[in-house]
């Protein structure tokens, strides 16, 4: 039988306040500020990131949807470049490696971090895309201009690190870009444990926009930008006329009135785009 890890305080406020079960108790809710994190993950799955989870876990069919992967690294590449021009970047959790070749594709010297061998392997001699093996966190690199992490932040063990890490990383006044499913998007109010973002089994924190906010300007960055989108901006568009894809569209048209595939709050996933201030390191070192 394996260990259940608890976290029983708040990652924004710390252990001196209260929290309450949500979701019968799957997740926790800080009775402060709102922050929600999942109240018992299976200890085992601290180790999930080696072969077995793209290979034989929840992503055994990862490498039968390249085409999926290159639809999304593109998308978050122009969105990325929508607002940051960065000559070098560092991916944290680079997966396949589809974003660091979108964006050495795009003329940026990119490199990724992943603690998937499986992953790195491909990313090597399928992608020829250079990707370090590894945890981002204990991995030296040399300052790059922007780091990213899609789909990161919810599994580490310490956020806090993760985000001191990048700071660590990035030259004065460098930039980070991260996306998260979004806790209080309108499709997780409305299906509850049956939201597919949720993934209790491998996440552990969920993230609203103020509460990423919050935790992404205390660990020394500005919020440049934040918002969020609907599960429909990483589908390719012939599959938006699938039933299922289209009965989602109703609810989240029902939902927010707007068939905009962004929005401020409601969407399922929440993206932040953040700076460091130019002189940075002493104030947070
Ligand atoms: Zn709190």
């Not at 001699?125 to 981002?136: A, D, I, N, S, T």
């Not at 030259?171 to 870009?177: D, E, H, K, L």
């Not at 927010?256 to 700076?275: F, H, T």
Request: aromatic share 10%.
């Amino acid at each position: 039988m394996s260990a259940q890890l608890k976290t029983a305080e708040c990652l924004l406020c710390g252990p001196r306040t209260g929290n309450e079960p949500l979701l019968g108790g799957s997740l926790c809710r800080c009775l402060t500020c709102g922050f929600t994190w999942t109240n018992a993950i299976d200890e085992s799955t601290r180790d999930l990131y080696n072969d077995s989870y793209f290979v034989d876990g929840g992503y055994q069919d990862y490498f039968a949807h390249v085409d999926q992967w290159r639809y999304e690294a593109g998308r978050r590449l122009s969105w990325l470049l929508s607002g940051v021009r960065p000559r070098t970047l560092l991916e944290a959790g680079s997966a396949g490696g589809f974003f660091v070749e979108a964006a050495r594709s795009a003329g940026i010297d990119a490199s990724g971090v992943e603690p998937t061998r499986a992953c790195v392997r491909y990313s090597r001699e399928r992608l020829k895309v250079p990707v370090q093996h590894g945890y981002f966190e204990s991995t030296a690199v040399k300052p790059v201009d922007a780091v990213c992490g899609f789909h990161v932040l919810e599994h580490v063990d310490d956020p806090r690190k993760f985000l001191a890490t990048a700071r660590s990383q990035l030259v004065p006044s460098g930039w980070i870009a991260l996306e998260v499913p979004n806790i209080d998007s309108s499709a997780a109010r409305r299906q509850g444990t049956s939201w597919p973002h949720l993934y209790l089994k491998h996440h552990r924190w969920h993230f609203s926009p103020q509460s990423l906010t919050r935790l992404v300007e205390s660990c020394g960055f500005i919020v440049r930008r934040c918002d969020t989108i609907f599960t429909r901006y990483y589908t390719r568009p012939l599959r938006r006329l699938r039933p299922s894809a289209l009965a989602k569209l109703a609810a989240d048209y029902r939902a927010v009135k707007s068939l905009r595939m962004s929005d401020p709050q409601c969407g399922d996933l929440l993206r932040v785009i953040a700076q460091l201030p130019e002189s940075s390191m002493s104030a947070y070192a």
